[in-house]
Every structure is written in structure tokens, then in C-alpha cells.
């Protein structure tokens, strides 16, 4: 097995064990997000709002959020904006998922901190792309902050 062979295996290995949030009021745009998402044959956790979502978020600590942007009790910006002010979950990836698509609207997506965004109606090529790539981005940084954790651990005791 080539080094290539071996790392995109890990990829996709990766990927299978991740944990997608899935977050839309329309229950039809929840099961189609996740009837997408099979293809990576990794686990999703639907909510139907952005407090439930909080809550998931602090319990099961997903790997990436899939968000929809116009919710009850709490918008989408909302949301993202929480989850990227708190530093236990400022790294959690974010697309956000919306039918808005002036101007303002990515603005305030990008103001609010999310790492991508998605128009509606979704196209499921284009889903599984961003999703894949972002939970590559997430691993790589776990890896990272792992490695550099150990570093720091091996310093101090050779001092």
C-alpha cells in the first residue's frame, strides 16, 4: 500500500467516524440534509432549533455544525456567533446553510463566524465536498493541536 493509499484511508476513516449537527426548523430540510449525508457514512445528530442545538453542542460535542440560518427562538447568525465566542467550541467548523443570498446576508454569516456557507436548495455533490473538507481541516487541526500538546509536554521535561 502506497503512503497516498494509506492517508486518504485514514481520511475517509476519519470521516466515517465523525459526528455532523444537523440544524434546520423544517423538518423536510433536516432529513434531506441527512439523507445526503449516508454517502459519508458518518453519524448525524438533527435538532430543530439553535437552543437545542447549545445544548447538543455541550453534550456530544460534534465535529461540525450544519446550520440553517432563518430559525425560531434563535437565527443561525445566533448560533454560530455562540459557539465562536466560546472557547471551548471556537473551533468547532460551521456551514452555514441559508435561501438568503444578499450581500448582507454573507456578510452577517461571515461576521457571525462561520467557516462556510451553503445556498438553498442544497445541491448534494456540493454538500459532501464542503463537509468532507472541512472535517479533513478539523482532523488536520486536532492532529496539530495534539502534536504540539506532546511538544510542549517533551520541553518540559528536559528542562
Given at each position: 500500500m502506497t503512503k497516498n493509499m494509506a492517508k486518504?484511508?485514514?481520511?475517509?476513516?476519519?470521516?466515517?467516524n465523525a459526528t455532523i449537527l444537523v440544524v434546520d426548523d423544517n423538518e423536510q430540510n433536516l432529513e434531506l440534509l441527512q439523507?445526503?449525508?449516508?454517502?459519508?457514512q458518518?453519524?448525524?445528530?438533527?435538532?430543530?432549533?439553535?437552543v437545542e442545538a447549545l445544548e447538543i453542542i455541550k453534550k456530544s460535542k460534534p465535529d461540525l455544525v450544519l446550520l440553517d440560518v432563518m430559525m425560531p427562538k434563535m437565527s443561525g447568525f445566533e448560533v454560530c456567533r455562540r459557539i465562536k465566542n466560546n472557547p471551548q467550541t471556537a473551533d468547532l467548523p460551521v456551514?452555514?446553510?441559508?435561501?438568503?443570498?444578499?450581500?448582507g446576508d454573507i456578510e452577517r454569516a461571515i461576521?457571525?463566524?462561520?467557516d462556510d456557507f451553503l445556498s438553498k436548495p442544497?445541491?448534494?455533490?456540493?454538500?459532501i465536498t464542503r463537509?468532507?473538507?472541512m472535517l479533513k481541516l478539523k482532523h488536520l487541526s486536532?492532529?496539530?493541536?495534539?502534536t504540539l500538546a506532546y511538544l510542549s509536554e517533551m520541553e518540559k521535561q528536559t528542562k
Open positions: 486518504q484511508e485514514s481520511s475517509e476513516e476519519n470521516i466515517k439523507a445526503y449525508l449516508e454517502d459519508l458518518c453519524r448525524t445528530i438533527p435538532a430543530k432549533d439553535g456551514i452555514m446553510v441559508t435561501a438568503l443570498n444578499e450581500l461576521e457571525s463566524g462561520t442544497v445541491n448534494k455533490l456540493e454538500l463537509v468532507k473538507t486536532d492532529r496539530l493541536e495534539r
